[in-house]
T-cell receptor, first 114, second 112 residues
Framework: NAGVMQNPRHLVRRRGQEARLRCSPMKGHSHVYWYRQLPEEGLKFMVY????????ESGMPKERFSAEFPKEGPSILRIQQVVRGDSAAYFC????????????FGAGTRLSVL | QKEVEQNSGPLSVPEGAIASLNCTYS??????FFWYRQYSGKSPELIMSIYSNGDKEDGRFTAQLNKASQYVSLLIRDSQPSDSATYLC????????????FGKGTKLTVNP
């Protein structure tokens, strides 16, 4: 039973380029969450999605960041025109959407902006 | 405004001792509480979940919740060097979002 799969594990971009981070939830999970962890900082919530719906995007920066979870395929976190401050570890978590909704984390994508 | 607070540590204990990790939260209507372990450069791994007041034990780990005091703790008995990691307290926010609000974590070192 595969866990939460994220790719790529490491991503290097130059300032101004686009970054696309992918997340496939655990089998049977329909809820996806994205978190960001800046160096020496805690995990911060970004966005919560269900299939084809954004449920809560209160943690997403207002510009350059977007997320989707299409009917088919993985969830995508997209960062346009990256800046050095976007360098961080981006973690995806998934849950089954039941009561006592436990979130399981993927290995993360470490984004480095040069 | 911080919502989940943890002692940043580092907390250092000898092998075989009890490690005590503490967490307070500000949102009184929070219902679900979690402890995750994160090794350096790795992803968070769920250790314990607790939903009602009192103690919950799982092997060497015991989570304690006191909603009146807005306090949750994690005890690690017979600490091992492999327990050395950062421990993250997470609280599930109200309002139907199900997002987790994390503390900054407590770094634990278990010395052989």
């Amino acid at each position: 039973n595969a866990g939460v799969m994220q790719n790529p594990r490491h991503l290097v971009r130059r300032r101004g380029q686009e970054a696309r981070l992918r997340c496939s939830p655990m089998k049977g999970h329909s809820h996806v969450y994205w978190y960001r962890q800046l160096p020496e900082e805690g995990l911060k919530f970004m966005v919560y999605l269900q299939k084809e719906n954004i449920i809560d995007e209160s943690g997403m920066p207002k510009e350059r960041f977007s997320a989707e979870f299409p009917k088919e395929g993985p969830s995508i976190l997209r960062i346009q025109q990256v800046v050095r401050g976007d360098s961080a570890a981006y973690f995806c978590a998934s849950s089954p959407g039941l009561a006592k909704n436990i979130q399981y984390f993927g290995a993360g994508t470490r984004l480095s902006v040069l | 405004q911080k919502e989940v607070e943890q002692n940043s540590g580092p907390l250092s204990v000898p092998e075989g001792a009890i490690a005590s990790l503490n967490c307070t939260y500000s949102d009184r209507v929070s219902q679900s509480f979690f402890w995750y372990r994160q090794y350096s450069g790795k992803s968070p791994e769920l250790i314990m979940s607790i939903y009602s007041n009192g103690d919950k034990e799982d092997g060497r780990f015991t989570a304690q919740l006191n909603k009146a005091s807005q306090y949750v703790s994690l005890l690690i008995r017979d600490s091992q060097p492999s327990d050395s990691a950062t421990y993250l307290c997470a609280v599930q926010a109200q309002g139907g979002s199900e997002k987790l609000v994390f503390g900054k974590g407590t770094k634990l070192t278990v010395n052989p």
